[in-house]
């Protein structure tokens, strides 16, 4: 059994080490140091450690009819058979109308943000009250296709309708993983290539790093299938 003395002997040389190490250009920085940190600056440095991330926004209705639009980072793959996403929600230790939402009605749309709309998108992550509408406050537009009960954004150009599969607490930080079902897809005719390939930098979608910095995307290469 590895215990937290013998981690802490295993490890602690190399900290040591790392920490004496002088080099102009690199520096080390323990998770001793960085617990340390204020609490604004250790939260943008470990949400910037990922690296670059998907931006986009989720719509939700309440039981009641009340609609709420949010910013997140957090969208996964989590497999093509069955298809389904991921996302993680924070923990509602304060009131998340994004989660009480989707427990409640069992249905969300995931909406990629672009470069015309992201600092709409990001205005999103603002505490506004429960009675007031993300899409309004923000100034983006609500949109209801097939009848599917949750709204999406309009001004989005790639558009998923989600069902609640199964939701997944996550006792080391009281984070929630959502398992969520592909219900429909809207997007532009022109991304989709033949062979199922979507040109998402056509859609000019825009990335994320850490809490509040946004990139555009543009494709580099894109590979033949890897074989030994």
Known sequence: MITKKLITEQYSPITKQLNNMTNENQIFISNTMFKNFDDRKRVRFINSLSGIKSANLIGTISSSGQTNLSIVSSAFHLG?????????????????????????????????????????????????KREVSEFEACSLTEEYLENFKA??????????????????????????????????????????????????????????????????????????YAKP
Request: proline letters at 5%.
């Open 151 to 224: 709204p999406f954004v309009k001004e989005s150009h790639v558009k998923v309708a989600l069902e609640l599969s199964r939701e997944v607490s996550i006792k080391e930080n009281g984070t929630h993983m959502l398992i969520l079902k592909i219900l429909g897809v809207w997007i532009p005719k022109r991304i989709m290539n033949d062979d199922g390939y979507l040109n998402i930098e056509d859609t000019q979608a825009v990335c994320v790093s850490g809490l509040d910095t946004y990139h555009s995307i543009q494709k580099l290469e894109r590979l033949p």
């Open 80 to 128: 093509a058979s069955p298809a389904l996403l991921g996302i993680i929600i924070r923990p509602d230790i304060s009131p998340r109308h994004t989660l009480e939402n989707i427990r409640s009605t069992k249905v969300l749309t995931l909406n990629h943000v672009n470069e015309n709309i992201y600092r709409n998108a990001h205005q999103t992550s603002a505490r506004y």
